[in-house]
Structure formats: structure tokens, C-alpha cells
């Protein structure tokens, strides 16, 4: 396998200032892997409960995503609520049911343990730490967090920093996890606390890349209508990790044409509810996106 991602899958219910969905596929996973799978193949490491239906895993493995390693344990699927202001920036979380999620012990399988490109996405630092000491040896593994973790399990997530190379995080979590107010400040801090490069994601107003050799900032996509921003940061992991592991270079100029997929996956998802518009656009459609957003950033 190359790429493996370890996360939830999920029953979401969101509201938007326009709409609203129950109950409908979701997870750092899922949409991590469905972004991913239109550049290679992904293997998910994840947990569901005897009430997630087969064809949910039918249409990830449809995408061509390995679900070999999701188990499935006994009660009910993770589920997470979100509603968004008019502004679409402000998100509320209504509620987080753990359930089987709760006592995860993620397993990895023998078959994804020699996985060069590895996506820790948001979970307990210690499951997160688990996860990632039964691999052989990865090329590259990225982690995402969330405020909670900073908050309750800093000195976890600090050792997690020392063992990974790369980490994504928003502005407000650059900010509390560093102390510094300014952005740029915020990432070096970062940096300080072991990983090579910080992906910091700024919403509608883009992503900035930040390592030792590498500064590179990118606006998003200009989407014409937003129908649901949930899972954008971990479609932009997918898509970026996805065409890291597709051309298994991780040099500075690579990174930063990984920020254009990136960016190009995120903005197909926020044009739809869950994966849907994920499923529907093929790596063609990314490529067309992909030189679209290059003609917009080049003189
Ligand atoms: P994002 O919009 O990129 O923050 O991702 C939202 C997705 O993450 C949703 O599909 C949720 O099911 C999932 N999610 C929300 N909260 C958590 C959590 N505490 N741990 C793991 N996954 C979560």
C-alpha cells in the first residue's frame, strides 16, 4: 500500500445557512481517502459500528479505496454534528458521539505496515501514536490535530510532533499550540516542536507551506457556490498526500505542486454534501482544475 490514512468514518449531520443533511457519510478518513483515490491507491485504517451499511464501504471501494483495514466493531458509528454561520467560516459542533470510536485500537494491516506515505488525520495523539509505531519505516507521515488535543493533550501531541514530518493545522491551532498571535511566527514555533514542514489551511483564503526549504502560500480555488465546507482540510491532506504518493517525491518543488492538488480536492468537496462531488470528479477533472489555479497564480 502506498498511502495509508488512519481516521473516522462517520454519520454527519450538517447544517448550512441554506441546507442541511442527516445522517450522511463522513469521517477525516473518508473524505481523506476519496480525494486521495483519484491519484493512486489508499488503504484506511478506521472503525464502524454494525449499523454502517455496505454500501458505504461498496462506494469507497467503487473509488478504488482498500478498506481492509476498517473493522467493524459491535454499536453504533461515530457520528459528528456541524452548523455554519451565513459566513460559512464559523462552524459550531453540535455533537461528537464517539461510540465505537471510543475505544479504538487501530490495526494496522500486514499488508500496509511497509507504507511509504503515511496520514495520521485527527484523533487522540496516543491513538494517533499507536498507529504509527506499527509502521516499517515511512517515507513521509503527516499528522492533523484539533484544538481539543492542544488543550487536554499537549504533551502527547508535542511527542507525536518529534515523530512526524509533516503537520496540518488551521490558524486558530497554529495559534494555540504556539502562543504567537502572527501566523508566520506561529509556524516556525512549530517547526521548533519537530516536524520538517506545516501545511497551515486558511479556509476561503488558502493554504500556506512553511519548512525548512520550502515558503510557499496559495490562495483556494474560487468556488463558485459553497454548498458544505465539512471535510475541505482533510480533502486537502487527501489530495495532497494522494499526488505525493503518486510521484513518491517529497522535494520542496514537489510540496508545493502537492498545495495546487490539495487546494484543487478541497474545493470539489466543498461544492457538494459528504463525498459527493468527490466521487464524481475523476483525475481528469482535477487535472483541468489543477492548470486552471496554476493560470491563476502565474504572471
Ligand atoms: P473537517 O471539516 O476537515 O474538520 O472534517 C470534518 C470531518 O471530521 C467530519 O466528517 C467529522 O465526521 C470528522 N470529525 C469531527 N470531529 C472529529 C473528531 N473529534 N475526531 C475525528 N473526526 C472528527
Same mark, same amino acid.
Given at each position: 500500500?502506498?498511502?495509508?490514512?488512519?481516521?473516522?468514518?462517520?454519520?454527519?449531520?450538517?447544517?448550512?445557512?441554506?441546507?442541511?443533511?442527516?445522517?450522511?457519510?463522513?469521517?477525516?478518513?473518508?473524505?481523506?481517502?476519496?480525494? /486521495? *483515490?483519484?491519484?493512486? !491507491?489508499?488503504?484506511?485504517v478506521g472503525v464502524v459500528g454494525t449499523d454502517f451499511p455496505d454500501e458505504n464501504l461498496a462506494l469507497l471501494r467503487d473509488l478504488g479505496v482498500d478498506c481492509g483495514g476498517? +473493522?467493524?466493531?459491535?454499536? =453504533?458509528?461515530?457520528? @459528528?454534528?456541524?452548523?455554519? !454561520?451565513?459566513? @460559512?467560516?464559523?462552524?459550531?459542533?453540535t455533537f461528537t458521539d464517539l461510540n465505537v470510536f471510543e475505544? #479504538?485500537?487501530? =490495526?494496522?494491516?500486514?499488508?500496509?505496515?511497509?507504507?511509504?506515505?503515511? #496520514?495520521?488525520?485527527? /484523533?487522540?495523539?496516543?491513538?494517533?501514536?499507536?498507529?504509527? $509505531?506499527?509502521?516499517?519505516?515511512?517515507?513521509?507521515?503527516?499528522?492533523?490535530?484539533?484544538?481539543? @488535543?492542544?488543550?487536554i493533550a499537549r504533551d502527547d501531541l508535542q511527542e507525536l510532533l518529534r515523530r512526524v514530518d509533516g503537520v496540518v493545522l488551521n490558524d486558530e491551532e497554529a495559534r494555540m499550540l504556539s502562543g504567537e498571535k502572527h501566523l508566520l511566527a506561529a509556524a516556525r514555533k512549530v517547526l521548533d516542536l519537530g516536524p520538517r514542514f506545516v501545511v497551515l489551511k486558511k479556509g +476561503?483564503?488558502?493554504?500556506f507551506l512553511i519548512? +525548512?526549504?520550502?515558503?510557499? *502560500?496559495?490562495?483556494?480555488?474560487?468556488?463558485e457556490s459553497v454548498i458544505d465546507?465539512?471535510?475541505?482540510? %482533510?480533502?486537502?491532506?487527501?489530495?495532497?498526500?494522494?499526488?505525493?504518493?503518486?510521484? *513518491?517525491n517529497i522535494q520542496p518543488h514537489t510540496l508545493r505542486r502537492a498545495m495546487l492538488y490539495g487546494t484543487v480536492t478541497a474545493s470539489f468537496?466543498? $461544492?457538494?454534501?459528504?463525498?459527493? +462531488?468527490?466521487? =464524481?470528479?475523476?483525475?481528469? %477533472?482535477?487535472e483541468s482544475r489543477f492548470n486552471e489555479l496554476l493560470s491563476f497564480i502565474t504572471l
Open positions: 500500500m502506498s498511502l495509508t490514512v488512519i481516521g473516522t468514518l462517520a454519520f454527519d449531520t450538517v447544517e448550512t445557512p441554506f441546507d442541511r443533511r442527516d445522517e450522511a457519510l463522513g469521517g477525516s478518513a473518508t473524505y481523506f481517502a476519496a480525494a /486521495a *483515490s483519484g491519484f493512486g !491507491e489508499v488503504g484506511m476498517v +473493522e467493524v466493531a459491535d454499536g =453504533k458509528t461515530f457520528r @459528528w454534528g456541524g452548523r455554519y !454561520e451565513a459566513d @460559512w467560516n464559523t462552524r459550531h459542533t475505544q #479504538f485500537d487501530p =490495526k494496522i494491516p500486514t499488508g500496509y505496515v511497509g507504507s511509504p506515505f503515511v #496520514f495520521l488525520a485527527n /484523533a487522540e495523539p496516543r491513538l494517533q501514536m499507536r498507529a504509527l $509505531e506499527q509502521f516499517d519505516t515511512p517515507k513521509l507521515v503527516v499528522a492533523d490535530t484539533m484544538n481539543l @488535543w492542544i488543550d +476561503e483564503h488558502g493554504a519548512g +525548512e526549504d520550502v515558503h510557499f *502560500s496559495l490562495p483556494a480555488y474560487p468556488v465546507p465539512t471535510g475541505a482540510g %482533510d480533502s486537502f491532506a487527501g489530495g495532497f498526500m494522494g499526488y505525493l504518493a503518486s510521484v *513518491s468537496c466543498v $461544492e457538494g454534501f459528504s463525498v459527493d +462531488e468527490l466521487r =464524481k470528479r475523476r483525475r481528469p %477533472d482535477v
